[in-house]
């Protein structure tokens, strides 16, 4: 399970997921491939050998970033995870992300991969290379944004009038004649105790 399917609050859900681009295996696969020329003649088998040895540490390394990646956009969150064994996370609540930059150069734009630059509230920004597809992901947190601030416009309207007005019955505090609510037992204004009416 990944760590984003782990760290989910109760009832929140993934709305967008997306990975580290396979660009970051270009360097090690062009490498690999030289050595190849290498091997082709005999006496030049050694330097082929460790041309070859380097290509593949240098795979491996970009695996175990590829693999151990996560950038995710959830009903109330933005969660990235990326490393294994030196990790570094990010879970930023959609109401503190102030702005959502993506870089890319010419080739970024073709391959569709970018750097991601999130930044939250108190002016704190975390820039992450080579994210696969930047402007969707952007696109994610700014529409999964919108429908959680719709929800919090939408409960914080007033309540109509009359279920104001049933809901809101009040007497003077018999002690300090301001007004309170008919059901308090503690008049906020002067403290004292009161005997509710129903």
């Not at 992300?97 to 991601?116: H, K, N, P, S």
């Not at 049933?166 to 003077?172: A, H, I, L, N």
Request: with cysteine; aromatic share 6%; proline share 4%.
């Amino acid at each position: 399970m990944s760590y984003v399917d782990r760290h989910l609050n109760p009832g929140e859900r993934v709305v967008h997921r997306t990975t580290l681009h396979p660009i970051i295996f270009v360097a090690g696969g062009l490498l690999a491939a030289l050595s190849l020329m290498f091997f082709a003649a005999a006496d030049l088998a050694a330097i082929g050998g460790v041309i070859l040895l380097t290509a593949l540490v240098m795979l491996g390394a970009a695996w175990l970033r590829f693999a151990n990646s996560e950038f995710a956009v959830t009903s109330s969150r933005v969660v990235i995870k990326v490393g294994l064994i030196s990790r570094r996370t990010l879970e930023l609540q959609l109401s503190k992300v102030e702005a959502i930059a993506v870089d890319q150069d010419l080739l970024a734009r073709v391959m569709d991969y970018g750097t991601l630059v999130v930044g939250g509230t108190g002016g704190t920004k975390e820039a992450f290379k080579y994210i696969k597809a930047p402007l969707a992901f952007r696109g994610a947190v700014q529409h999964q944004t919108e429908l959680s601030n719709r929800v919090v416009v939408a409960s914080a309207a007033p309540m109509p009038a009359a279920q104001t007005a049933e809901t809101r019955q009040e007497r003077e505090c018999p002690y300090c004649a301001e007004r309170i609510l008919a059901k308090a037992t503690r008049c906020r204004f002067c403290g004292q105790t009161v005997t509710p009416t129903p």
